[in-house]
């Protein structure tokens, strides 16, 4: 049975003209679904994490699980026999060394080795001093050379260093031999009469030191500096 149409209660196909004020008309729309925000973001830590952020907690464990391994290895290597031995063998390594207190014997007060005889080049007895440096001021201070005063100051110790003139000494480490300290690994040839002639010695001395430095006190400077000429 069909219902009759009523003109004045309107067309119900219609939405109604006197609806409530302030309604909009939504019920054209989906439904809302009302959500709390502190619910949505407890819910993002249940989701599975990125890539980036699993591989940085796997490089944590592994690096946890290493810095675990290393101490475990060194407690067990500190607390075994290893490490008393090891301490041992340092403090011996040190007592050698630097001699603190190591028991009764020591390598510095009990194992040391006999000390060697002291030598300084040049400093032994030389009878023929006066003699020498008299035929060295001489040489020096006639021509060519003409070297006085401060120069022949220079020579001196020069050649005081080198062999405390003394035309017999002899330099067994370096073969240096007489006043000027001549070698044959550096000068050459050894000129006639050299090894017993202190005035022989002196001539050549002074010659080489005019070519090589022009005078003593340039040759004393880079003797100080060399300790050789």
Known sequence: MTTPHRPELGD??????????????E?????????????????????????NQRDRGAGFVETAAAAILAALIITTVYTSEVSSTFNESVRQMVCLVNG????????????RPEEPEEYEWGTGDNANLSDNKNLGMQAASADPYNWTDQEWTCLDNLWSQQSAWDHNVLDQQTGARGIVGFNPALHGEMPAGFRDSASTQIDWGLDYIQQTYGTPCEAWDYWQSTRTY
Not at 12 to 25: I, Q, W
């Open 100 to 111: 603190p207190g190591c028991g009764e014997e020591t390598w510095v007060d009990h194992d």
């Open 27 to 51: 019920r054209g729309r989906p439904p809302r679904i009302a959500t709390r925000r502190g619910v949505g973001s407890a819910l993002r830590w249940l989701r599975p994490g990125s890539a």
């Open 12 to 25: 119900p196909r219609r939405p109604s003209p006197n609806r409530p004020p302030n309604r909009n008309d």
